[in-house]
């Protein structure tokens, strides 16, 4: 496709549900990161992904948040027990090379999950 | 605490006037990025300082990197209605591998 997408581009789930958030990134680019945004605040990172690997997952709050890859596109962020606190736009952006924070990061729209 | 901080949050300027956001870190940066976010948008990339003291322009946009690689700045010369939205500043500490985005500034311009 033409730039990242993601789906849903809004989820509302209630407080203790468990929830899948897809992200597609641009065909080619091996690096896949997902941040978290919150109302007036600037992304924070959650973890990195080079090919089918996650490379650093050092942004995960906690082990209730788990990603994957399994083929080095598509990925899944998965969150267990859901929070109000997680209430957030879930945004992932992929990059061509191999060096993490280093090249253009093109964003996808996000995903809007509220907790209720 | 907050690793990257941008002042100022909030910014109201007359079209046609400049503007500018200061972002600082208490850590020395290997990279600062610049994103824009338009309003109910995602961050879109702007640009990259790497070195020391660096200067880039992008038409009205001149972007600075600081000699202590610790801040730079974005400066928008004769805003235009175009230019609303959040601006965010993103550095790479050189103490290890994290990334930290700035706490944003937002830009209104008023035709």
């Known amino acids: ?116 | 605490g907050q690793q990257v901080m941008q002042i100022p949050q909030y910014q109201h300027v007359q079209e046609g006037e400049d503007f500018t956001t200061y972002c600082n870190s208490s850590t020395t940066l290997s990279n600062i990025q610049w994103y824009k976010q338009r309003p109910g948008g995602h961050p879109v990339f702007l640009i990259q300082l790497v070195k020391s003291g660096e200067v880039k322009k992008q038409k009205r946009l001149t972007f600075q990197f600081g000699e202590a690689k610790k801040n730079s700045s974005l400066h928008i010369t004769a805003t235009q209605t175009t230019d609303v939205g959040t601006y965010f500043c993103a550095g790479l500490l050189n103490t290890g591998n994290q990334f930290y985005f700035g706490t944003g500034t937002s830009l209104t311009v008023i035709p």
């Open chain 1, 1 to 116: 496709g033409a730039g990242v997408s993601q789906t849903p581009s809004n989820k509302v789930t209630e407080k203790g549900k468990y929830v899948e958030l897809r992200c597609d990134p641009i065909s080619g680019h091996t690096a896949l990161y997902w941040y978290r945004q919150s109302l007036g605040q600037g992304p924070e990172f959650l973890i990195y992904f080079q090919g089918t690997g996650a490379a650093d997952d050092s942004g995960l709050p906690n082990d209730r948040f788990f990603a994957v890859r399994p083929e080095g596109s598509v990925s899944t962020l998965k969150i267990q027990r859901t929070e109000r606190g997680d209430s957030a736009v879930y945004l992932c952006a992929s990059s061509f090379g191999r060096a993490r924070f280093t090249d253009t990061q093109y964003f996808g729209p996000g995903t809007r999950l509220t907790v209720l």
